[in-house]
């Protein structure tokens, strides 16, 4: 099957989380991605929170899958000579180190362009160029803090809170990739590359638009009232306060406690208050004269009442039902709702092994592992989910591509301008 990618080349020089899910997806649509690695080192991710002694952590195997790996220290001349190659024949390069880490090596935008115009130079950093942030490094949570979502994520008597989801690192990977493939198209049409660049600031605000749609109303009217602070009497500041698990759109949702929730933790259905099917909703609970009723039959009446409401149907309806049956008895009434997965549930859903956003990929050295693959699904194509490369396996290999010989290829891993560590044990030998 060919690939929509193929024949594209990526100097793949990213670590961590942001920037290799770029690649890693850029890899998975058929772009050969070419991961340079620091010499005996590599990517700080093979080491990081290891589930098996000497081999490849999963943090690393589950972001650097389809790509291939040279060791190459890019700080010497020789080094700097590879990566100049390496920029001339290929038609990306994408990084994601602390900000000036590229200018220090030498390696500006402007001198990128100089070795190849085609160039698309694809660059992640915490904040953007402008940004009186733009000297800090920055993971994950620093990018929620500063994005917004932190301050509008929580109860409203705790802390600012952190979502479990990377909503800052592989977030802004999908954003670049965008960014990517957007430069590429018009590269298509004006023969030119670009510099496109995501700070990891910009892309959660990106998921904060609804978020801004409220400060906007706050500061207009003083009042948010879909918000659990209207029904419990709390008021206002002057920002977008935290909203528990309330709803973001205009119809009220909450999670709900179903049978068994007093052992396990994600016993829990997220059920939706629909304003356009409150008749059958009523009916649902079991409570039909509240469809009529002017108590509840609007929006803005149930609003005040909206905590007893979920109180109700918690006791009345769903104390009796597993968070499935929950779900099959309100599906019946076409109410919006779905189970809360535990990581668990979703590592050995059937359905999403079958779809292949759940894949089993078989690793030289860990044997079979789980990873996410891919999440967008396309008609012509299924992008096929393969194994990450081991430090340096690909050294030779791509020197031999860019024309080096043999002799001078001895010389370059005796200097230790590149390596090809590939020393973690195979399964076998564990
Ligand atoms: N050969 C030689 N040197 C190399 C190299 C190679 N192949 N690859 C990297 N290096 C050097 C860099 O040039 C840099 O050197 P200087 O700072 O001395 O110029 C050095 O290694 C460290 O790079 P770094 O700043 O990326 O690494 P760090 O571990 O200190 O910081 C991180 C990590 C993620 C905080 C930082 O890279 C960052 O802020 N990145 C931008 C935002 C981002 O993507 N964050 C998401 C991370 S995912 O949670």
């Known amino acids: 099957m060919s690939l929509p990618l193929e024949g594209i080349k990526v100097i793949d020089m990213t670590g961590v989380q942001a920037g290799p899910a770029a690649t890693q997806m850029l890899a998975w649509f058929g772009a050969d991605v070419l991961k340079i690695e620091r010499v005996g080192e590599g990517d700080i991710t093979r080491r990081q929170l290891r589930d098996m002694p000497d081999v490849d952590a999963l943090y690393f195997t589950q972001l650097n899958s389809n790509k291939r790996s040279m060791e190459l220290n890019t700080k010497t001349p020789e080094g700097k000579a590879v990566l100049e190659k390496l920029i ?53 949570n620093v990018a929620q803090a500063a994005g917004g979502s932190a301050s509008v994520t929580g109860f409203w008597d705790g802390p600012p809170t952190v979502a479990g989801s990377a909503l800052g690192d592989s977030n802004t990977g999908m954003h670049l990739v965008i ?19 995501v700070s990891m600031q910009d892309a959660n605000i990106n998921l904060n638009r609804v978020k801004l749609r409220d400060q906007m109303r706050l500061e207009k009217t003083g009042h948010l009232q879909e918000y659990p602070q209207a029904g419990l009497g709390l008021g206002f500041g002057e920002a977008v306060p935290r909203g528990g698990n309330a709803g973001g759109g205009g119809q009220p949702g909450w999670v709900l406690k179903c049978k068994g929730w007093e052992e396990d933790p994600n016993a829990y259905i997220y059920m939706t208050i629909q304003g356009q099917n409150w008749k059958r909703t009523a009916e649902a609970i079991g409570k039909p004269e509240w469809a009529e009723d002017p108590e509840y039959a609007t929006a803005e009446a149930r609003m005040p009442k909206i905590f007893d409401i979920f109180k109700y149907i918690e006791e009345n309806v769903l104390a009796d039902k597993t968070k499935d049956e929950a779900v099959d008895y309100l599906r019946k009434f076409d109410i919006p709702c779905g189970p809360v997965k535990s990581m668990k549930e979703i590592a050995y859903d059937p359905d999403l092994r079958e779809s292949g956003t759940i894949v089993e990929v078989e690793h030289k050295a860990r044997g079979k592992y789980l990873t996410v693959g891919c999440p ?35 010389e370059l891993l005796d200097k230790k301008v590149v390596g090809e560590t590939v020393h973690l044990k195979l399964a076998t030998e564990i």
Request: proline share 4%; hydrophobic share 35%; glycine share 10%.
């Open 88 to 140: 001339r024949e290929s038609d990306i390069l994408v990084e994601n180190f602390g900000p000036g880490a590229m200018d220090r090596m030498g390696f500006t935008w402007e001198y990128m362009q100089e070795l190849n115009p085609k160039i698309i130079f694809g660059s992640i950093k915490g904040f953007g160029e402008n940004s009186r942030y733009s000297d800090l490094k920055v993971y994950e």
């Open 376 to 410: 967008i699904k396309f008609t012509a194509f299924k992008p096929e989910i393969k194994e990450s490369p081991l430090l340096g396996e690909h050294t030779v290999e791509a020197l031999q591509q860019l024309g080096y010989s043999e002799a001078e290829i001895k």
């Open 179 to 197: 960014g990517i493939l957007t430069a590429l198209r018009m590269r298509d049409q004006t023969g030119k590359g670009q510099k496109v660049s």
